[in-house]
């Protein structure tokens, strides 16, 4: 039985032996080359919904984003194992002279090692597919890390088809790569300072996908879009991408804003210059009047000797707590700063609930023209330079 050729099955069916035996062995050929096609298609068709409902075991979300995976590896699968079909049994399906026959050995081995490396890469995307489901896989993503692993599997397949074409032991191909360590090196430095990057940046957290980054080096100030080996990418706020090294996110400075993003509230710190020549102190008759018009200066404990900038501060700080939008339990006050030149600083310094940035700024806008306009009722006066060349001109 396991002498039997195909062409000893075909030959009585299509009368073979009144045929020229090139036509016959062409036919042999086809028939063969056919068979496998459809060995291949029918385990491609079998095995992706088997996959599929193997791996919703493992997958919490759907697995509709995993079908150009599933498909690959289906196909990978039948060419691994037509490959094994042709190895060990093509001396029984097709005709040729010894020497073809002998590179078509060599070809399937090929074919097979490839079919391998690439199952084993398959298997892998898959793998980190499902991983980047988890809740987890934001904080310490793993792309570098397979994406290396990838790398050795196809160094390693090369290596096998190198030496499987040369007929020679992989060992013997290896001992040569001791004169090229320099170049391979070289070639690979990116990649190799890239791995260890991607190691540190995984075990201390420092950057995961999303995460709001700033990196003056290269200009990049938006969200991480990927976090591969050997590149970060970056989406900056005007919509254009920064590519970064790796490695560069250790061996250099960058501002991540995701602690922010995480706490109480997001700071607010702006400052308003106020002419230091509109300070004044307070008469009991403006006291009175402020107190009529702003109910809420009576419960606050204003000094005998008060100033305008005195009470404004004071009822300005009030304000700031009794608003919704700012967070109370972090620090909220309205300070003085050095005096300058352009007149005294007073700073209102508080927190935000809402982070996000569009939210963010009218809030901090709308506080800044409330104040504005609250400086006037003490008369007193914002700091502004005029430009007498602007004027002329």
């Known amino acids: 039985m396991n002498s039997m050729h195909v062409q000893d099955v075909i030959s009585p069916i299509i009368g073979g032996a009144n045929m020229h035996p090139f036509v016959l062995a062409s036919l042999t050929n086809s028939v063969s080359l056919i068979v496998l096609v459809i060995i291949f298609a029918l385990i491609k068709l079998a095995l992706v919904p088997k996959v599929k409902r193997m791996l919703s075991r493992f997958s919490q979300a759907k697995i509709a984003f995993l079908a150009p995976q599933l498909s690959k590896l289906s196909g990978r699968v039948a060419l691994l194992i037509c490959s094994m079909l042709f190895v060990m049994v093509n001396k029984h399906l097709f005709v040729a002279p010894l020497w073809v026959m002998a590179q078509l050995q060599v070809l399937a081995q090929v074919i097979l090692i490839i079919a391998f490396g690439f199952l084993v890469s398959s298997l892998m995307n898959i793998a980190h597919a499902i991983y980047q489901q988890q809740k987890f896989a934001k904080d310490v993503p793993i792309k570098g890390i397979v994406q290396l692993a990838k790398l050795m599997v196809f160094i390693v397949t090369t290596v096998l088809v190198v030496s499987t074409m040369v007929d020679k032991s992989p060992t013997y191909i290896l001992s040569g790569f001791g004169a090229i360590a320099a170049v391979t090196l070289l070639v690979f430095k990116d990649t190799i300072l890239g791995l260890v990057a991607s190691i540190q940046i995984a075990a201390n957290k420092l950057v995961a996908t999303g995460d709001w980054i700033q990196v003056d080096t290269f200009g990049a100030d938006g969200e991480v879009i990927d976090l591969g080996l050997n590149t970060v990418r970056v989406r900056n706020w005007d919509n254009t991408v920064t590519t970064i090294p790796t490695y560069a996110l250790i061996s250099d400075s960058f501002k991540n804003w995701r602690a922010m993003q995480e706490s109480a509230g997001r700071r607010i710190k702006r400052t308003i210059p106020i002419d230091m020549n509109s300070v004044s102190l307070l008469s009991e008759k403006q006291l009175v009047v402020l107190k009529d018009k702003f109910v809420e200066l009576n419960a606050l404990k204003l000094p005998e000797m008060c100033s305008n900038l005195t009470a404004f501060r004071m009822y300005a700080e009030l304000l700031l ?64 330079t005029f430009d007498t060349r602007s004027a002329m001109a």
Request: net charge negative; proline share 6%; with cysteine.
């Open 321 to 384: 707590k009794q608003r919704p939008e700012i967070n109370t339990e972090c620090i909220c006050m309205v300070r003085e700063l050095s005096p300058t030149h352009n007149g005294l600083p007073i700073e209102l310094y508080c927190f935000s609930k809402d982070k996000s940035w569009v939210n963010y700024e009218h809030i901090q806008a709308n506080i800044l023209d409330q104040m504005l306009l609250l400086i006037k009722e003490f008369e007193l006066r914002p700091y502004q």
